[in-house]
């Protein structure tokens, strides 16, 4: 590039022309002629092979540890829809029917085909139906455990609420003091269901506990209601598992 500028003393006629330096980089090598030599910006410095303790160094920092996966929390109540293959067809779980508010379920069948395990199968484990759990309606009926055990058998595509159970413990002393439980149960049932709590030694160690909980455990010991009714009758102390509904 070339540019004009003002005659010198040499020529009042012509003018002179001289090389225009840039000035951006004074810090850039000059060639013989004058031109500015500027670094290739493609061509990256050559980089020194780290030393055998750097290697060693570097293999030996410790690997990041993953993130916890954030926690999902689980519902307490929810919808599951059921499909049978046909209006007679069996849900697949064993339910108690003596409370007459909900209904219970004391066991799941396993077939391999049940629509219950149909439907576990396609969602996830926090929606999934267990043993344990409560149904508080069934295509919208909500009157009575007897009225939604017969809407149960009305239909091949069952919507039904779900309410995860509310599980405590608690300890009673009975201390000669009978215990003041009015408790129902059924053939294949795992609970005992209170119908009512009078004076005794509930009310007065238990002073929560309620008609429409169900006893699961005396002692560690689950199992049908004859073997929980044996285990309250053979210990003074009773360390006692409850369910009720959410």
């Known amino acids: 590039m070339f540019c004009c500028c003002a005659a ?13 330096m840039p000035v951006h980089d004074d ?18 410095p050559a980089q020194e092979e780290p030393s055998a303790p750097e290697k060693q160094a570097a293999q030996e920092l410790p690997v ?36 007459p508010r909900h209904l219970f379920i004391c066991r799941l069948v396993q077939t391999g085909t049940s629509p ?33 055990s017969e809407a149960i058998k009305k239909t091949d595509k069952v919507k039904i609420n779900i309410s995860r159970p509310v599980v405590f413990a608690k300890t009673i002393t009975k201390n000669g003091v009978p215990l003041g439980l009015d408790l129902k149960y ?29 006893i699961l455990s005396v002692n560690g010991t689950t199992g049908a209601p004859h073997v929980l009714m044996q285990a309250i009758q053979d210990s003074p102390a009773l360390d006692m598992g409850f369910s009720r509904v959410a």
């Open 116 to 148: 219950i395990e149909t439907y576990n199968a396609s969602v996830a484990t926090a929606l999934q139906i267990r043993e344990g759990d409560y149904v508080t309606a069934v295509n919208g009926v909500t009157v009575s455990a007897e009225k939604m």
């Open 27 to 44: 810090r850039a090598p000059i060639r013989g002629d004058g031109e500015v030599l500027l670094e290739d910006p493609a061509v990256e």
């Open 8 to 20: 010198d003393s040499t020529s009042k006629d012509e003018p002179v022309f001289v090389r225009a």
């Open 64 to 99: 990041p540890a993953k993130p916890p996966a954030p926690l999902v929390e689980e519902p307490q109540v929810f919808e599951a829809t059921l499909s049978k293959p046909s209006i007679e067809s069996a849900l697949g779980w064993h339910l108690d029917v003596l409370d």
């Open 186 to 214: 059924g053939p294949g049932g795992s609970s005992l269901l209170i119908e009512s709590v009078r004076s005794g030694a509930f009310s007065q160690h238990a002073p929560d506990v309620r008609a429409g909980d169900r």
